[in-house]
């Protein structure tokens, strides 16, 4: 089976201690001289409507005009920054905390047990490796790929055998990748670098070569020029990258935007998912024992998604949401693997199905309002076991080789560090295997859900977090977290900042809205295109009740999120700019009219539509794109809209446009800025060194003008400090 390794992120905190808030909410606001933004004549016609875009220079990510731009708002934006008086105590706190050993979940190649790990502030996790009971040694340490920590280890896939791996980097945040092929023996490097790979995995074909995905290099910008059309390629080792053959997506018939590539676990099959857009795929197969063979059809269409998870020689196991809007799992023979031929062997249930692979058996994890199920099966359907988790959350990793007696799983939850177990895959005994030296006790701090009306009566989950004692008074600084798009499930998980925002009297919420994926299709379904309104209501909805159960209350609430959930703050704060102290808008998909006209943009049209296609589809986007509603004269709350310069997958032109609209429009004093990281991208890969300044801006401006001075709690920095 196919890994994918997920790092929880988790911190220090320190035991409880006395909430005494100090807030000081008649201090005078800072000033803030913004940059002029040149206005240019730039006109679009849709359907017979002009539309302007004064901003559309800003586009131009190679123009001096435009790094000039991000020059002077940084050095606007951190001279606000820099004038905050707990700003620094936040970013030592965060180092405090992030300052200790992190360990990912082992996974066994060939003769070696390789595992992540970061010693503390290592920008980079390093890979380690270990056989049988000998000494432990470094197999790869990003921290060394250069000097800033910017080059990230983007995936790392090994042959069966375990003799080869091929790593991918990523440069300064980009989607674009390097790949990099190493004998794990002798760690001497196989061959030349091969170059523009993107949006791709790495899948051995036995030891002969691998398949991988890209595009054709874009005219233009490759960090905002459009990409959609997706190939196949697959590389045989010791040949230059040039010779390498394209397997599909060459002809025009096999155009797409989304195209993916995986040999089976016993090297037998090649199967293609390609896809239009970011839902929905085709599905293709091939024999690889047959030397001529044909890929073969299994999904014709894109109106479902679908894949191979797994064979038992010619019998395939395909997970879809065909007739199934919550996932199942059906079996069918390769010689005849069309739908029709299809019998159900995990029948849909009321809950999500995210199954999984390893020691011969399969690992159904279900999700029951986002929290985790996990039952385990074998290989004619029959259950052998609910496996009883450590309590409730999150857990992830269940998978390996089929051989395998042994795995890891890991278990978090929002106030919860994670920790990972090794499991028996024969007798569902599991022992935890790691968990993190830190001075954090759960028990002082509690997470509950709670549902409320959306405002067409939906009922919607939300799960509130904060610590035990804490007064429901409506003066508490609450960040309320959202996202609501893309079949996306936001589930519980630790994180060192929010334990850091909690530790200082915060509360943290999320909602799951519509439009991701927490009860299936039909919840992403409506919350897409011209029903995504439904997401802003529910989020809306979702702060009112915080207000309205004096969790907090409008001069204490934050709202954040990011890329989809960066459009969701926008069209949020345009929409009810009274229900929100702060907003903290990143990496934005925030021009709707344009969005997709920018790199791999288009193949988002499954959740917003494009404004190309229809009179009323424009009209739609139009209504509630941000950068097109900011109105002038109207106070909107404090704005940190936070990007990065190398983000090329939502362009950072989104952040800037919007910025500048914002800047030219507000009325009153709450600042509205704009952080642009450079050398950075949509957030992959981000030097350790870059979050902790990051979180340290964001929370420094949100308590700094939720009306504090000083800091919440200020014992707490004080003593970890000093």
Same mark, same amino acid.
């Given at each position: 089976?196919?890994?994918?390794?997920?790092?929880?992120?988790?911190?220090?905190?320190?035991?409880?201690?006395?909430?005494?808030?100090?807030?000081?909410?008649?201090?005078?606001?800072? =000033?803030?001289?913004?940059? &002029?933004?040149?206005? $240019?004549?730039?006109?679009?016609?849709?359907?017979?409507?002009? *539309?302007?875009?004064?901003?559309? %220079?800003?586009?131009?990510?190679?123009?001096?005009?435009?790094?000039?731009?991000?020059?002077?708002?940084?050095?606007?934006?951190?001279? #606000?920054?820099?004038?905050?008086?707990? @700003?620094?105590?936040?970013?030592?706190?965060?180092?405090?905390?992030?300052?200790?050993?992190?360990?990912?979940?082992?996974?066994?190649?060939?003769?070696?047990?390789?595992? #992540?790990?970061?010693?503390?502030?290592?920008?980079?996790?390093?890979?380690? @490796?270990?056989?049988?009971?000998?000494?432990?040694?470094?197999?790869?340490?990003?921290?060394?790929?250069?000097?800033?920590?910017?080059?990230?280890?983007?995936?790392?896939?090994?042959?069966?055998?375990?003799?080869?791996?091929?790593?991918?980097?990523?440069?300064?945040?980009?989607?674009?990748?390097?790949?990099?092929?190493?004998? =794990?023996?002798?760690?001497?490097?196989?061959?030349?670098?091969?170059?523009?790979?993107?949006?791709?995995?790495?899948?051995?074909?036995?030891?002969?070569?691998?398949?991988?995905?890209?595009?054709?290099?874009?005219?233009?910008?490759?960090?905002?020029?459009? &990409?959609?059309?997706?190939?196949?390629?697959?590389?045989?080792?010791?040949?230059?990258?040039?010779?390498?053959?394209?397997?599909?997506?060459?002809?025009?018939?096999?155009?797409?935007?989304?195209?993916?590539?995986? *040999?089976?676990?016993?090297? @037998?099959?090649?199967?293609?998912?390609?896809?239009?857009?970011?839902?929905?795929?085709?599905?293709?197969?091939?024999?690889?024992?047959?030397?001529?063979?044909?890929?073969?059809?299994?999904?014709?269409?894109?109106?479902?998604?679908?894949?191979?998870?797994?064979?038992?020689?010619?019998?395939?196991?395909?997970?879809?949401?065909?007739?199934?809007?919550?996932?199942?799992?059906?079996?069918?023979?390769?010689?005849?693997?069309?739908?029709?031929?299809? *019998?159900?062997?995990?029948?849909?249930?009321?809950?999500?199905?995210?199954?999984?692979?390893?020691?011969?058996?399969?690992?159904?994890?279900?999700?029951?309002?986002?929290?985790?199920?996990?039952?385990?099966?074998?290989?004619?359907?029959?259950?052998?076991?609910?496996?009883?988790?450590?309590?409730?959350?999150? $857990?992830?990793?269940?998978?390996?080789?089929?051989?395998?007696?042994?795995?890891?799983?890991?278990?978090?939850?929002?106030?919860?560090?994670?920790?990972?177990?090794?499991?028996?895959?024969?007798?569902?005994?599991?022992?935890?295997? %790691?968990?993190?030296?830190?001075?954090?006790?759960?028990?002082?701090?509690?997470?509950?859900?709670?549902?409320?009306?959306?405002?067409?009566?939906?009922?919607?989950?939300?799960?509130?977090?904060?610590?035990?004692?804490?007064?429901?008074?409506?003066?508490?600084?609450?960040?309320?977290?959202? #996202?609501?798009?893309?079949?996306?499930?936001? =589930?519980?998980?630790?994180?060192?900042?929010? $334990?850091?925002?909690?530790?200082?009297?915060?509360? !943290?919420? *999320?909602?799951?809205?519509?439009?991701?994926?927490?009860?299936?299709?039909?919840?992403?379904?409506?919350?897409?295109?011209?029903?995504?309104?439904?997401?802003?209501?529910?989020?809306?909805?979702?702060?009112?009740?915080?207000?309205?159960?004096?969790? =907090?209350?409008?001069?204490?609430?934050?709202?954040?999120?990011?890329?989809?959930?960066?459009?969701?703050?926008?069209?949020?704060?345009?929409?009810?700019?009274?229900?929100?102290?702060?907003?903290?808008?990143?990496?934005?998909?925030?021009?709707?009219?344009?969005?997709?006209?920018?790199?791999?943009?288009?193949? %988002?049209?499954?959740?917003?539509?494009?404004?190309?296609?229809?009179?009323?589809?424009?009209?739609?986007?139009?209504?509630?794109?941000?950068?097109?509603?900011?109105?002038?004269?109207?106070?909107?709350?404090?704005?940190?809209?936070?990007?990065?310069?190398?983000?090329?997958?939502?362009?950072?032109?989104?952040?800037?446009?919007?910025?500048?609209?914002?800047?030219?429009?507000?009325?009153?004093?709450?600042?509205?800025?704009?952080?642009?990281?450079?050398?950075?991208?949509?957030?992959?890969?981000?030097?350790?060194?870059?979050?902790?300044?990051? !979180?340290?801006?964001?929370?420094?401006?949100?308590?700094?003008?939720?009306?504090?001075?000083?800091?919440?709690?200020?014992?707490?920095?004080?003593?970890?400090?000093?």
């Amino acid at each position: 089976m196919k890994k994918f390794f997920l790092f929880p992120v988790i911190s220090l905190l320190i035991g409880a201690c006395n909430i005494t808030t100090n807030i000081t909410t008649k201090k005078e606001p800072l =000033t803030v001289d913004y940059p &002029t933004t040149k206005k $240019a004549d730039s006109v679009d016609l849709y359907y017979g409507t002009e *539309v302007k875009d004064p901003y559309r %220079w800003l586009e131009d990510d190679r123009s001096p005009e435009t790094e000039a731009w991000v020059i002077a708002q940084n050095t606007t934006t951190f001279g #606000y920054l820099e004038k905050i008086p707990f @700003r620094a105590d936040l970013k030592k706190r965060l180092e405090k905390l992030w300052n200790y050993e992190k360990l990912g979940s082992p996974f066994k190649e060939g003769d070696f047990t390789y595992f #992540y790990k970061n010693d503390g502030l290592q920008n980079q996790y390093v890979v380690y @490796r270990q056989k049988d009971d000998g000494e432990t040694e470094v197999f790869l340490d990003p921290n060394t790929f250069s000097e800033d920590g910017t080059t990230s280890l983007a995936s790392l896939s090994f042959t069966k055998d375990g003799s080869l791996a091929t790593y991918l980097i990523s440069e300064g945040g980009s989607d674009w990748r390097k790949a990099i092929v190493l004998n =794990t023996e002798t760690m001497e490097i196989v061959e030349d670098t091969l170059v523009d790979i993107k949006f791709s995995g790495i899948s051995w074909k036995g030891n002969d070569g691998f398949y991988y995905s890209s595009y054709d290099k874009p005219k233009g910008s490759e960090l905002s020029a459009k &990409t959609d059309q997706h190939k196949v390629y697959y590389h045989k080792l010791g040949t230059p990258q040039q010779d390498d053959k394209v397997i599909f997506g060459a002809k025009p018939e096999e155009k797409h935007r989304y195209i993916g590539a995986r *040999v089976s676990e016993d090297n @037998r099959y090649l199967t293609i998912s390609a896809a239009t857009s970011t839902s929905g795929n085709k599905l293709f197969l091939k024999d690889l024992t047959k030397p001529n063979n044909q890929l073969a059809t299994i999904l014709d269409h894109t109106e479902t998604d679908s894949y191979v998870i797994d064979n038992v020689g010619s019998k395939l196991y395909i997970v879809t949401n065909m007739n199934a809007p919550n996932q199942k799992i059906v079996t069918v023979d390769a010689s005849n693997p069309t739908p029709d031929h299809w *019998v159900d062997f995990l029948p849909e249930t009321e809950n999500v199905l995210s199954p999984s692979t390893g020691g011969g058996y399969f690992f159904a994890e279900y999700m029951v309002d986002a929290i985790s199920k996990v039952f385990q099966y074998d290989y004619d359907g029959n259950l052998v076991r609910e496996v009883k988790l450590p309590g409730l959350g999150s $857990a992830s990793g269940f998978g390996g080789k089929k051989e395998d007696k042994e795995f890891y799983f890991s278990f978090t939850n929002y106030n919860t560090p994670g920790s990972s177990y090794r499991y028996n895959v024969e007798t569902g005994d599991y022992e935890q295997y %790691w968990k993190p030296e830190i001075d954090f006790n759960p028990e002082d701090y509690e997470s509950h859900q709670v549902f409320y009306n959306s405002k067409d009566g939906t009922k919607i989950p939300m799960i509130i977090t904060y610590k035990k004692g804490l007064k429901m008074n409506g003066k508490n600084p609450t960040i309320l977290y959202g #996202y609501g798009g893309f079949n996306i499930s936001l =589930t519980p998980s630790f994180s060192i900042t929010n $334990a850091v925002w909690m530790e200082q009297g915060g509360i !943290y919420a *999320v909602p799951n809205l519509r439009g991701g994926g927490e009860y299936g299709k039909k919840w992403h379904d409506a919350g897409i295109k011209t029903k995504k309104q439904n997401v802003f209501d529910d989020f809306i909805a979702a702060a009112e009740y915080l207000i309205e159960n004096k969790y =907090t209350s409008k001069d204490f609430l934050a709202i954040r999120g990011g890329s989809n959930g960066g459009l969701l703050v926008g069209a949020t704060m345009t929409q009810r700019p009274d229900l929100m102290k702060v907003a903290l808008p990143a990496v934005g998909v925030l021009d709707m009219l344009r969005y997709h006209t920018f790199t791999a943009g288009a193949g %988002w049209a499954y959740d917003y539509g494009t404004s190309e296609e229809n009179q009323e589809m424009f009209e739609y986007l139009k209504g509630y794109s941000p950068v097109h509603n900011v109105k002038k004269g109207t106070e909107y709350p404090a704005t940190l809209i936070t990007t990065g310069d190398h983000d090329d997958r939502v362009v950072p032109a989104h952040s800037f446009k919007f910025a500048a609209e914002l800047q030219e429009k507000q009325a009153g004093t709450n600042p509205t800025l704009i952080r642009i990281e450079t050398n950075a991208g949509h957030g992959a890969g981000t030097p350790v060194s870059k979050t902790i300044e990051q !979180y340290a801006d964001i929370f420094a401006f949100t308590l700094f003008n939720m009306g504090y001075e000083t800091l919440p709690v200020q014992s707490v920095v004080k003593e970890f400090i000093e």
